[in-house]
């Protein structure tokens, strides 16, 4: 029996599936070079420092992804006071890009936004090989368009957060915002964050590593509020989480 044309093809399905299998949060972002609305860029190297949001959507010239655009460009200068660009993509190609944002900036009105540039990157990805190694891609959903994913990725290049919406749903920005600040509030001053969490709510210390720390915080009358030994909150100021942005 000859079994080296399956062993072949096994082989080929596995390191298929190595290259296109879809990130986690803790994952280096995946390196790919490509073409945008603003020049070429290498991914993630040129954001080496930085905080970057990458996201999708799932095709020019269609009115959630307008609203979408017009919303994180007028957002952009917000993200950029936190140390953070924004880089979006699409499987159109780089002509569909220009005259779609030219159309944004030159007709749409919408909720009080209008003449709207975008200036953040939008990558021409008509080969689908971003969208396949970052899992916007999904088959259930549709396999000819990206899903609108958000991923956010910290100054060393790592996945930090995956937020993935339907193609009939457009994004929350408030909580991408609220994500962002969130995920640097936590490095910043080495916290957790409860549910709800807005800047100027308690934050979670790390919970006790012992006995004797659990039982000093359930007796301690300082700024600290324990619900119980593993549960502890303390009060972070919102100019404090603020000033801290971006650092």
């Known amino acids: 029996m000859n079994i080296k044309p399956f062993n072949n093809n096994l082989n080929n399905l596995i ?5 296109y299998s879809m990130p986690r ?11 945008t609305t603003q ?11 930085k905080w970057v949001i990458l996201f999708s959507h799932p095709a020019d010239f269609t009115p959630v992804c ?26 159109d190609g ?3 890009h220009i005259a779609w944002l030219r159309t944004i900036k030159e007709k749409i009105e919408y909720k009080g936004m209008k003449d709207v540039e975008v200036k953040f990157p939008l990558i021409e990805d008509i080969t689908m090989e971003v969208s396949k190694r970052y899992g ?26 995956i937020i993935y919406y339907p193609l009939a749903v457009g994004r929350n920005f408030d909580e991408i915002k609220r994500v ?16 709800d969490w807005r800047p100027g709510d308690d934050v979670i210390v790390p919970t006790a590593g012992s006995c004797g720390v659990a039982k000093e915080r359930m007796e301690s009358k300082d700024e600290m509020h324990c619900y119980d030994w593993f549960f502890c909150t303390k009060k972070l100021d919102a100019e404090k989480v603020k000033s801290a942005l971006g650092k």
């Open 66 to 91: 307008t609203s979408e655009f017009m919303t994180f460009a007028t957002m952009a200068d917000d993200f950029k006071t936190m140390n953070t660009e924004l880089v979006g993509l699409s499987v």
């Open 15 to 19: 390191m298929e599936e190595q290259v």
């Open 94 to 96: 780089l002509y569909s």
């Open 180 to 195: 962002l600040i969130a995920l640097q509030t936590a490095d910043n001053f080495s916290v957790a964050l409860p549910a």
């Open 136 to 161: 916007m891609l999904q088959p259930g959903e549709s396999s000819t368009k990206a899903v609108r994913a958000v991923f956010f990725i910290d100054p060393k290049g790592v996945i930090r957060t």
């Open 25 to 35: 949060i803790g994952d280096k972002a995946p390196e790919f070079k490509a073409v």
């Open 39 to 49: 020049g070429d860029i290498n991914f993630p190297g040129d954001y080496n420092g």
